[in-house]
């Protein structure tokens, strides 16, 4: 199974997020939308696992110990590196509690997999794969800022069930 450790949204901020999507489709850009119930904020993609490690997984997300925090979004950009087909996302601005939540994570991962590894983060929400655009469009696109509260960090399992992908949350912590 694949694994990643992220930050959920309540049902109200996914709806505004899935919202800003309504944008990219007026604008004729075409790609892999992400669904509603897809969209997050990836903290670390830990990625394929057996299902015998998940427990050390597990383990270490119980030790992370933060206070809530929230979030900002920013305005909608893209993964420059990608030539033709782009990820097209919305930005969250760094502060301080999301980066030492960030840390903390990295830090109680690696305490059980010394492969993993820290490249830095940064935060988005994805919300087309393989767009087809000029990213010169994603410069008329203006997006009110918006807050999110964060109050838990979770252990996500991507799977894929009759052809669709699914991300189920399988172990979470609280944040106090």
Same mark, same amino acid.
Do not use: W
């Given at each position: 199974?694949?694994? %990643?450790?992220?930050? @959920? %949204?309540?049902?109200? *901020?996914?709806? $505004? +997020? ?6 990219? =489709?007026?604008?004729? =850009?075409?790609?892999?939308?992400? !669904? *509603?119930?897809?969209? &997050? ?27 809530? %925090?929230? /979030?900002?979004?920013?305005? =909608?950009?893209?993964?420059?590196? &990608? ?8 930005? +969250?601005?760094?502060?301080?509690? @999301? ?14 997999? !010394? ?8 935060? &988005?929400?994805? @919300?087309?794969?393989?767009?087809? +655009?000029? /990213?010169?469009?994603?410069?008329? =696109? &203006? ?5 999110? $509260? ?11 069930? *009759? ?11 609280? @944040? *106090?």
């Amino acid at each position: 199974m694949r694994l %990643f450790i992220a930050l @959920l %949204f309540n049902q109200n *901020k996914l709806n $505004a +997020i899935d919202s800003k999507k309504k944008q990219l =489709i007026d604008l004729g =850009i075409n790609g892999h939308y992400v !669904p *509603k119930d897809l969209l &997050h904020l990836t903290l670390y993609y830990i990625g394929e696992t057996k299902e015998s490690d998940l427990d050390k997984f597990k383990i270490a997300l119980s030790q992370i110990h933060h206070a809530k %925090f929230s /979030i900002n979004t920013g305005q =909608i950009d893209a993964f420059k590196k &990608h030539k033709n087909k782009k990820i097209i996302y919305l930005s +969250i601005e760094k502060n301080q509690p @999301l980066m030492t939540c960030y840390k903390k994570v990295i830090s109680q991962l690696q305490s059980v997999a !010394p492969n993993v590894h820290s490249d830095g983060l940064t935060p &988005h929400i994805t @919300l087309i794969r393989k767009a087809e +655009i000029d /990213i010169n469009k994603l410069d008329s =696109i &203006h997006v009110d800022p918006m807050t999110i $509260a964060i109050d838990s960090i979770h252990m996500m399992a991507s799977k894929r069930i *009759k052809q669709r992908l699914v991300y189920e949350s399988i172990d979470h912590v609280q @944040l *106090k």
